[in-house]
């Protein structure tokens, strides 16, 4: 039973050994997140920044196009090359909007699974909390235990000395008891003797 206490202490140590050692992870995981999302905005920064001199010259392209039909002052062939160009720009426009939304939805999973894990780490520390609590209070019950176990075996130690002494003056009693009950007998015996001897002498003085 003494060796409890000490076994909880030690548990309620691992207890808060895991607790640094995932508020140590968090911060790590959550370090490396916000450079990713940092990276992630800045890129989508640029692929917007990309989109709007891409729809810039889709609408360049296309005031050209119209420009040169109205007035007739392309060939076909450069009509041609214009509306290429055109279809071009707009296929690669596309393009960067798609991947613009994907990288969106990369970063709101990203936030998500950032608070996703704040969360956890919240409430596992709040169960490690409470075992903690839980341990603590079980190691105040052994100690209480442990204390009233010494109480009781000191009340034993005490009335075994009590008992001892007891018995040691008991034996000392008899002892003398015997002594004296030895002397009595002898003294007795010696009376007896005598008033046999003081009958018998009466007994030789009357005849």
């Known amino acids: 039973m003494e060796n409890l206490p000490v076994e909880s202490t030690e548990k309620e140590k691992e207890f808060l050994d895991m607790i640094f050692a995932l508020e140590s992870e968090k911060q ?9 999302l940092s990276q992630m905005r800045k890129d989508v920064e640029d692929t917007h920044s990309e989109n709007e001199k891409l729809k810039r010259r889709v609408t360049q392209l296309e005031q050209q196009l ?10 076909p062939k450069n009509r041609e090359e214009q509306e290429d160009l055109l279809i071009k720009a707009k296929s690669l426009l596309f393009e960067k909007t798609k991947v613009c939304k994907q990288q969106e939805s990369r970063i709101s999973a990203l936030q998500a699974q950032v608070e996703s894990l704040k969360t956890v780490v919240e409430v596992t520390k709040d169960m490690v909390n409470l075992k903690t609590a839980e341990m603590t209070h079980m190691e105040a019950r052994w100690e209480s235990i442990n204390l009233r176990a010494k109480a009781e075996k000191d009340k034993c130690t005490i009335f075994e000395k009590k008992f001892i002494i007891a018995q040691g003056v008991y034996d000392k009693l008899r002892s003398e008891y015997d002594t004296q009950r030895k ?3 002898d003294l007795k015996e010696s009376y007896e003797l005598k008033i046999g001897v003081l009958n018998k002498a009466l007994e030789a003085a009357k005849q």
Do not use: D, H, V
Request: proline letters at 0%; hydrophobic letters at 35%.
């Open 28 to 36: 790590s995981l959550i370090e490396e997140s916000r450079t990713r």
């Open 66 to 75: 119209a420009q040169s039909a109205a007035f007739g002052g392309s060939g």
């Open 183 to 185: 002397i009595f007998k």
